[in-house]
T-cell receptor
Framework: GEDVEQSLFLSVREGDSSVINCTYTDSSSTYLYWYKQEPGAGLQLLTYIFSNMDMKQDQRLTVLLNKKDKHLSLRIADTQTGDSAIYFCAEGRYGGSQGNLIFGKGTKLSVKP | DSGVTQTPKHLITATGQRVTLRCSPRSGDLSVYWYQQSLDQGLQFLIQYYNGEERAKGNILERFSAQQFPDLHSELNLSSLELGDSALYFC???????????FGQGTRLTVV
């Protein structure tokens, strides 16, 4: 199918690590993205990874990519209450001069103090 | 602030009406995308323009149309509006086709 899949909810305690998982479908996707959406706000690009990479670290964020299983994860270290938001996984589908993002339905992260 | 500007932020209109949503991309970005976010469908790609030309079409209804002008701003026209068209409409822009896209704050459309 065409779906990018994510679990819908994740709840963690402040200070713990959060791991948000995603599976995608198109093995030819070149880029995979994580976006964050806070209540009433737009989509903020958090990080992205090229498909020829296994891991990317950016401060508290670690992205792991298992291309064989088409599995992507986002780890947030030392999760804070300000990290509470919806996190979207997206795969970039590009061909020639066309390009668009296919999004998962989003994982709502709740951080308890 | 992503640098992508969308107007208006909120729009309330009646069924059967027509509205125009506007997007100004980041300075220098040639590619503009429109997405619809609704509770049941999630984020759906509608259409992409690159330097004034349509490049890709997603799940865009025939009642909807878009264009990108010579100054690279874009407009999404929604006509014969139905209750189910109520959603958050996002515009995104990127420098090229396969580079990261930056999203505006969205226009929340409510059809009553």
């Amino acid at each position: 199918g065409e779906d990018v899949e994510q679990s819908l909810f994740l709840s963690v305690r402040e200070g713990d690590s959060s791991v948000i998982n995603c599976t995608y479908t198109d093995s030819s996707s070149t880029y995979l993205y994580w976006y964050k959406q806070e209540p009433g706000a737009g989509l903020q690009l958090l990080t992205y990874i090229f498909s020829n990479m296994d891991m990317k670290q950016d401060q508290r964020l670690t992205v792991l990519l298992n291309k064989k299983d088409k599995h992507l994860s986002l780890r947030i270290a030392d999760t804070q209450t300000g990290d509470s938001a919806i996190y979207f996984c997206a795969e970039g589908r590009y061909g020639g001069s066309q390009g668009n993002l296919i999004f998962g339905k989003g994982t709502k992260l709740s951080v308890k103090p | 602030d992503s640098g992508v500007t969308q107007t208006p932020k909120h729009l309330i209109t009646a069924t059967g009406q027509r509205v125009t949503l506007r997007c100004s991309p980041r300075s220098g970005d040639l590619s503009v995308y429109w997405y619809q976010q609704s509770l049941d469908q999630g984020l759906q790609f509608l259409i992409q323009y690159y330097n004034g030309e349509e490049r890709a079409k997603g799940n865009i209804l025939e009642r909807f149309s878009a264009q990108q002008f010579p100054d690279l701003h874009s407009e999404l026209n929604l006509s014969s509006l139905e209750l189910g068209d109520s959603a958050l409409y996002f515009c995104a822009s990127s420098t090229d086709v396969n580079t990261e896209a930056f999203f505006g704050q969205g226009t929340r459309l409510t059809v009553v």
